[in-house]
T-cell receptor, first 113, second 113 residues
């Protein structure tokens, strides 16, 4: 069973609208959680990182939240732009992880004008 | 800084052929990784190198070999390509293992006929 589950798998939103992506994980003991953005044909790029003690982190129009008790995270995109069309990947790291990260399958976002 | 570079960008092989994917980073990172990304599967770790001179198997190592040539370079070799190895391959690097941010290359799209 995948240790990181993301939903929805894909969504289409109108330019200027907001959207929220969800990530549930079972990785333990938890170290940190990152959201990566992957544009089509490119490698993933880190957007935010959150540790156990943080529950909100922003990067421009991207805001990530973390609830370590329920093992849930969300990524909120405000006032979407066409350039936000991408896959957003939730990645969780465990303590004593021996370089292993747990990757979600990604949320595919398409922003239309 | 170029970050993480990969060559080639695209490659088509016939079943049974061999090839080496090259990866180099200019960030003086200790750890390097090879992943494959398939539709609906997310990123999966093939091999990693925690530091120069060491390599370890990841989640899906069968059919692959790696060489950490020096601190900058980490290559992935397919000795006898199979159609199941058709995928997009990403190299990544990080300052050290575990929770540190991984920086990804642009990927190599490999098709095995």
């Amino acid at each position: 069973k995948n240790q990181v589950e993301q939903s929805p798998q894909s969504l289409i939103i109108l330019e200027g609208k907001n959207c929220t992506l969800q990530c549930n994980y079972t990785v333990s003991p938890f170290s940190n959680l990152r959201w990566y953005k992957q544009d089509t044909g490119r490698g993933p790029v880190s957007l935010t990182i959150m540790t156990f003690s943080e529950n909100t982190k922003s990067n421009g129009r991207y805001t990530a939240t973390l609830d370590a008790d329920t093992k849930q995270s969300s990524l909120h995109i405000t006032a979407s732009q066409l350039s936000d069309s991408a896959s957003y990947i939730c990645v969780v790291s465990a303590f004593f992880g021996n370089n292993r990260l747990a990757f979600g399958k990604g949320n595919q976002v398409v922003v239309i004008p | 800084n170029a970050g993480v570079t990969q060559t080639p960008k695209f490659q088509v092989l016939k079943t049974g052929q061999s090839m080496t994917l090259q990866c180099a980073q200019d960030m003086n990172h200790n750890s390097m990784y090879w992943y494959r990304q398939d539709p609906g599967m997310g990123l999966r770790l093939i091999y990693y190198s925690a530091s120069e001179g060491t390599t370890d198997k990841g989640e899906v190592p069968n059919g692959y070999n790696v060489s950490r040539l020096n601190k900058r370079e980490f290559s992935l070799r397919l000795e006898s390509a199979a159609p199941s190895q058709t995928s997009v391959y990403f190299c990544a690097s990080s300052a050290s293992g575990g929770a540190n941010e991984q920086f990804f290359g642009p990927g190599t799209r490999l098709t095995v006929l």
